[in-house]
């Protein structure tokens, strides 16, 4: 394995690291959100800079040879958006008790709560020692500029105990994701339900689809009017949800441009008319990962059939193991998506602030276990053996 040496750089832009560099760290995952073409993005349309509270300082390591050897997603930011773990009351505590909460770092892939590495070395590279002074570089980062915090959103498992193992504060929460038991069909993965949650998946479907065209959209099937039709449906939901959706017109384009390969995206309208629902997805090597939704008529049981039914049919196609569905929705496990952890962790400077945080991730951690068991165990769709 080759050896790193005590350089440690942070970058205000990705692009200072480059295409071939950080994707030699990052492409062998197979995550398209911490690609370089994803990340760098964001800085290019504007979602992810400085202007709009996320400031690139992205971290790397490298060699011996001078080489980058393991990088990490870094960012700066005075507030607590677009992150989807929510830290909201830790900063008004901190801030009614006279701290400054705000700037702290955060290390994500921005907009996106999905599971991937964020402490990312190449392949020939010890994990450890990469990880290691990467997250090293970070808090010494931290301290030089005076921020409050690290968080380390949605790192895999591996990396969350590993980060535990050293000191931050473990964070879990849930989210609802389907797994591929093997299926080669829909059918397949309906005769695994019991019988009355085929039949109402299928009699959903059947609603869904009537009188309407749906497609599936990718690679070069993809056009401008196709974005557009989308952004008017991200824009609307995102207005209603969030009140300021973080993503602009252009950061599609340039997915379009660059990404266009890793996108599936649904389309559904009556025929010949306007596009009427949409949901986007991002293909990663084992998991068809499904981002934002939106419509402008409202169709019953469509969100369910773009966002959950669609998304198992494609994955069974392109062979993959998993959907990934976003965030929050007990209403998936009825359509098969279980529960399934996903992590977070933090290092926080000021021990008046970093104790009682402690103590309530212990109890948190215990109270989202129990209710990952109790969720599973009673609504589950699937079929109970024996």
């Known amino acids: 394995m080759s050896s790193l040496k005590a350089e440690v750089r942070v970058h205000r832009r990705i692009a200072d690291i480059g295409r071939e560099a950080w994707d030699a760290c990052a492409g062998p995952s197979g995550d398209p959100f911490v690609s370089f073409d994803f990340l760098d993005i964001l800085e290019e349309s504007g979602c992810a800079t400085d202007r709009t509270g996320w400031a690139p300082h992205h971290v790397s390591v490298s060699d ?12 700066l930011k005075n507030h607590s958006q677009g992150e989807y773990v929510f830290d909201h009351a830790w900063a008004d505590a901190y801030e009614r008790a006279g701290g400054s909460y ?36 970070a808090l010494t980062l931290c301290e030089r500029i005076g921020a409050s915090s690290l968080h380390v959103t949605f790192p895999t498992a591996d990396e969350w105990d590993w980060m535990g193992d050293r000191g931050l504060l473990r964070r879990q929460d849930q989210q609802y994701h389907w797994e591929n038991a093997g299926y080669a069909t829909f059918d397949d993965f309906l005769a695994a339900l019991s019988s009355n949650r085929r039949k109402t998946i299928r009699r959903e479907r059947r609603d869904a689809q009537e009188g309407l065209e749906i497609v599936g959209l990718t690679g070069d099937e993809l056009t401008e009017a196709h974005w557009d039709a989308f952004f008017a449906f991200y824009m609307d939901t995102g207005g209603r949800k969030w009140g300021r959706p973080y993503l602009n017109r252009r950061f599609f384009s340039l997915l379009r441009e660059r990404m266009a390969d890793k996108v599936l995206l649904l389309l559904a309208r009556r025929p010949g008319g306007p596009w009427i629902a949409g949901a986007l997805n991002l293909i990663g090597r084992d998991c068809l990962y499904g981002r934002h939704w939106g419509c402008t008529e409202d169709v019953p049981f469509l969100h369910f059939e773009l966002c959950y039914y669609q998304a198992i049919e494609h994955a069974i196609r392109l062979g993959l193991p998993r959907v990934e569905a976003g965030a929050q929705g007990q209403h998936k496990i009825a359509r098969g998506y279980l529960p399934s952890p996903v992590y977070s962790a ?16 212990q109890r948190e951690r215990e109270a989202v276990a129990e209710d990952m068991a109790m969720l599973t165990e009673e609504f589950s769709p699937f079929r109970r053996e024996g």
């Open 102 to 137: 705000y700037p702290k770092l955060q290390c994500s892939a921005p907009f996106s709560p999905v599971t991937g590495p964020r402490l990312i070395a190449r392949p020939d590279v010890d994990p450890d020692e990469a990880r290691s002074a990467l997250l090293g570089g």
């Open 64 to 75: 011996t040879d001078g080489r980058i050897a393991g990088v990490m997603p870094l960012y």
């Open 346 to 361: 933090h290092w926080i400077a000021d021990p008046a602030l970093r104790e009682p945080v402690a103590r309530y991730l």
